[in-house]
C-alpha cells in the first residue's frame, strides 16, 4: 500500500476505534485498579502498534479498567520479549507480538537471549494473521509457479529472490520454496519492505517474498504480480490469489505470520482465562473485524490452549528449517 494510503487508512482505523463500543463488558469481569499494559515490542506506527491501538479502548470496556499500549521498542523486539517473564503474573502486563518474535527470533538469537518462550511464556489468544505471499512485478514473464521454476533454473543468473530483510519469515520461506520446487536460488535481503517493491517494480530483482499485506495494494495498483501464497487455503481478503499446492508445488510447508497476546508463564489461570475471553469478545466483533480487514488483518482468533499448542508447533517446525540453513545473525 502506498504510504500517503496506508497512513490514511491508519488514522482513520485508529480514530475510528476510539469510538468503538463493544457490546457489553464481560459479566465477570470485575472492577480491577491496577491498569492493564499492552506491551508493543516496536515503535510506534507500525503494525503491530496500530493494533495495539484498536484494542485499546474496547478492551477497556471489557475488562472494566485503564488499558495502557506501551511502546518498549529495541533489538528487534527482543528487549520487550526478555522483560516479559519479569513482570507480575497477574494478567496486568500482556505483550502484543508476532511470530516473528516469539517463534523464529527465539530460535536464531537462542544462544543470545535469557528467556525461552515455552516455559517463560503463556499463550493468551491469537488475534490476527496474515499469508506470505511470491511476487513479480506486473510486466515479468513470470505468470505462475511453473514459470517461476523455469525462469530461475534456465536463467542461473537471475536466481535470486529478495525479501525485507535476513532472519525473517519470507527469508526462510524462501528457502524451503527452493527445497520443495527443486530451485536453487539465493536470498537477498533488502532493508524492509519498501525497497524490495521499489525493486521488483524496476525489474532489479526478479522474485519477492514478502507478507501479502505489503504487496496486494501493488498488485491492485497494476504494478506487481502475487504468484502465490504458502497458505493451505486462498487468503479471504484476497481470493484471486492462488496457493502453492493449486498451483504444483504441494510440498511446501505452511507460512503464516499473526499477532498474538501473551503473558508471564505462571500467570493466575483465572486471569489468562479473563484476558482471553476479553480478547475473544473486541476482536470477533464486526466493527472490529472490518477496521482489521481495512489493514489487510484476518481475524483469526484461537483460545489460549489452541493458540499455546500452534506456538509449540511452530517452534518445533521453525527450529530444523533454520539450522539446516546456516543461518547467523
Request: glycine content about 8%.
Amino acid at each position: 500500500m502506498p504510504q500517503s494510503s496506508r497512513r490514511a487508512v491508519l488514522r482513520a482505523t485508529v480514530g475510528a476505534a476510539l469510538a468503538l463500543a463493544v457490546t457489553a463488558p464481560l459479566t465477570v469481569a470485575a472492577q480491577s485498579s491496577a491498569p492493564v499494559r499492552l506491551v508493543v515490542p516496536y515503535p510506534a506506527g507500525g503494525s503491530v502498534d496500530t493494533l495495539a491501538r484498536l484494542l485499546q479502548q474496547p478492551l477497556q470496556a471489557q475488562l472494566q479498567t485503564d488499558v495502557i499500549v506501551e511502546n518498549r521498542p529495541g533489538a528487534g523486539g527482543r528487549i520487550a520479549a526478555a522483560s516479559l517473564p519479569r513482570e507480575a503474573k497477574d494478567g496486568t502486563t500482556v505483550l502484543i507480538a508476532p511470530n516473528a518474535l516469539t517463534t523464529l527470533q527465539s530460535v536464531i538469537y537462542a544462544d543470545q537471549i535469557d528467556y525461552d518462550v515455552r516455559t517463560d511464556f503463556q499463550p493468551v489468544s491469537r488475534l490476527v494473521s496474515f499469508p506470505i505471499g511470491v511476487s513479480v512485478a506486473a510486466d515479468s514473464p513470470i505468470l505462475n509457479m511453473d514459470d517461476l521454476k523455469a525462469a530461475m533454473q534456465d536463467n542461473p543468473e537471475m536466481a535470486n529472490y529478495g525479501t525485507s530483510g535476513a532472519g525473517g519469515m519470507a527469508h526462510f520461506a524462501g528457502l524451503m520454496l527452493g527445497d520443495a520446487a527443486d530451485i536453487d536460488w539465493t536470498h537477498v535481503p533488502f532493508k524492509g519492505g519498501a525497497p524490495l517493491v521499489n525493486d521488483l517494480i524496476g525489474g532489479h530483482i526478479a522474485v519477492g517474498i514478502d507478507t501479502v499485506v505489503d504487496h496486494v495494494e501493488y498488485q491492485r495498483a497494476g504494478k506487481l504480480r502475487i504468484l502465490a501464497i504458502f497458505s493451505p487455503e486462498r487468503y479471504s481478503l484476497a481470493p484471486n490469489i492462488p496457493t502453492m499446492a493449486e498451483q504444483g508445488v504441494d510440498n511446501v510447508p505452511t507460512v503464516e505470520g499473526w499477532f498474538g497476546a501473551f503473558v508471564p508463564a505462571g500467570t493466575d489461570p483465572a486471569a489468562v482465562d479473563r484476558l482471553d475471553e476479553a480478547l475473544a469478545a473486541v476482536v470477533q466483533d464486526p466493527a472490529m473485524q472490518k477496521r482489521l480487514n481495512q489493514l489487510m488483518l484476518d481475524v483469526s482468533y484461537l483460545p489460549h490452549d489452541e493458540f499455546t499448542q500452534l506456538q509449540a508447533d511452530e517452534l518445533d517446525q521453525w527450529g530444523p528449517v533454520i539450522e539446516e540453513s546456516g543461518f547467523k545473525p
